[in-house]
């Protein structure tokens, strides 16, 4: 060491500590602690000036922040003993302009200290405390492992759980963007494992949606080459959930609600178990808004352990060789019993055969078997005798006692073993009728499948019950919730239950763009915002009604299922129930009270454009908002508010609309 003074650290590098919370920032100070001699060992007192160097190596290296504590800012020495707190100076940017910068860059950081003109050394190399080596894990674990909060893709390992809620949202409107995309590669793991395990309710073990039009509601991927691994695995324990469901809400595109990949020879790219043991539980389910669109699309074969049930016509489609605009649709031969066939060909030898049956029809064949023959040549009349038909086999003849070797021709058709008894007219479980009735919209239907738990329908008259079955026959909403105990209030409470399996006659803010219409497709940004549109003398024809809830001006109002001649604010997409809108020259009426309800003419309305943006000549229907319509898709009879005469883009407001009959 040279010159007149000579430092010697009496303890390591300490960082201030201070308590861990959420609100606190700790200091960016580092306490560096040392005595200060002559040259002679003496330990000095005064004032000095220091300056604090940071460098990446021992000797040269890069120069990474210089620490100023001169003048005012000077090192007060007593007994030879001192205290700076690094980073407390006037900093100097090297590299870094901070000691936070420094230390979260550089793993090896050296401090190379000058006292007034004289530069000491060694260079002092800065090293954790014991404890201070846990710093670069949390829990145990390193920050890799954790998720980021930033834009960036991130792998994780592990199992993420949420006792609440787990939100992903890709905020991308285009693209092939996935806000959720989980992979495992094990031979008996699960991409993406959804439960839901409400005993009750319309849960839903995994719900995927995407906006995009080339977007993707869910992914997943089981990419190990062997073992029963599954892209997505969706489970509902509930008598009326829904193990997968996935919503593709885009109008346009090639939109998937549910994408499921399998790259194993045992896998399944998606799996629907709905495990409830009663009820109305479905293990997959699919569903299209469009004419010409499909609910569920299978490229390849497909298997069904168990009964195929369709309420229209089962076709085979097959590309036509001849014109490349066309194809060839076939439909299924159906009958009262459920039937095989087989055809073949034979000979007469001397007038007579006998045919024995093909393996292995004799193995599918049952109860009463027909034959038909038709002769090749001309012949006398073939026959098969009364008695000449077995299990095995069956004679023909040919009649007037000729003796010819005519050629021919047979079909044989008996009914399928084990279905000799199927009957074609059958009983038909409440959920089915529901389900299989064309006249009632997908949301009613949705929303009396909801109800069924509720109604306690075990309990219900046989009278009332055969009185419930033909309201589903006639189409009749309306009846089957009164008889059903009443839905409207279970609509009203979960709004969302009107959209959950709807197609053009419900929605929700989320899915409602699923539903299609025939009018070209438009761009809502192109729709100016609505201004805010003052209440005005109504053209309209009103009428007095009493309500069940309170409504305020411009709410749409429907009747009141749950109380007989009273109106409430409508509250679930496409409510046939709807009368009109609350009279803009009257306040706010409470409950019991009777309000002004226009039912034909001009009047302001309250509307929810987040539907779908309205434009002006748009249909209106009753919305899942509370009081206000939304925008038209394909609606059905008896379900239209009335008709936009003001544009609105995005959000709530009052608007003009022109109210139609419904």
Known sequence: MTGTCRLILTSAFLMLMVPMTMAATPPELVSYQGVLRSSAGAPLDGTYDMVFRFTDTPAGGTLLLTDYHTGPDA??????????????????????????????????????????????APRVQVVSTAFALNAGQFGGRLPDDYIDTGGGAQIKTGSLTSMTSLV???????????AVNATTLSTSGVGVLGSALASSGLTEGVRGQSTSPDGRGVVGGAFAASGATTGVYGESHSPDGTGV??????????????????????GTGVAGVARATSGDAWGVYGETSSSTGYGVVSIGDSITAGDIYA????????????????????????????????????????GEAYIEFPDPFPLVAAGKITVQVTAEEESGALY???NGISAEGFTVRESGGAGSNTPFNYLVMAERSGYEDAKAVRSISLSDKIVTTPRLSAAEKSILRATIPQGSV??????????????????????SCRLLGGCGAEARETPKNSATRETPNSASKHDVRHVTSTDPPREAEALPAAASTPPVPPSSLMAP?????????????????????????????????????????????????????????????????DYGGIAVGD????????????????PMPGTIVGKALEPLKTGQATIRILLTPR
């Open 458 to 479: 075990e309990g219900i008259k046989p009278e009332q019950r055969s009185e419930l079955y033909s309201a589903l026959h006639d189409g009749d909403f309306d009846a």
């Open 619 to 634: 249909l209106l229907v009753v919305s899942p908002t509370p009081g206000h319509a939304m925008r038209a898709y394909d």
């Open 168 to 178: 992903a949202d890709s905020g991308a409107t285009t693209g092939n963007v996935r």
């Open 384 to 386: 098969v005798p009364r």
């Open 245 to 266: 469901i996935g919503i593709a809400t885009a109008a346009s595109g090639g939109t998937v609600g549910v994408g499921g990949e399998n790259f194993s020879t045992l």
């Open 545 to 609: 009604h009493t309500v069940s809830e309170t409504v305020d001006p411009g709410d749409v109002v429907v009747v009141d299922r749950l109380s007989s001649g009273a109106l409430r604010p409508g509250s679930y997409a496409y409510d046939r129930g709807v009368v009109g809108v609350v009279a803009s020259v009257v306040g706010r009426k409470l409950p019991g009270e009777t309000a002004l309800v226009a039912i034909a003419g001009i009047v302001p309305a309250r509307v929810d454009a």
């Open 75 to 120: 090192i007060v020495i007593d007994g030879g003993l001192f205290t700076a707190l690094l980073g407390g100076g006037t900093l100097s940017p090297g590299i870094e302009s901070s000691l936070q910068g420094v230390f979260s860059n550089y793993s090896a950081v050296y401090v190379e200290v000058q006292v007034g003109a004289e530069t000491l």
């Open 311 to 350: 309420t229209g016509t089962k076709f085979f489609l097959t590309e036509h060789p001849k014109r490349a605009d066309s194809a060839i649709r076939f439909a299924c031969l159906e009958g009262g019993e459920i039937g095989v066939y087989q055809r073949g060909s034979g000979r007469l030898d001397r």
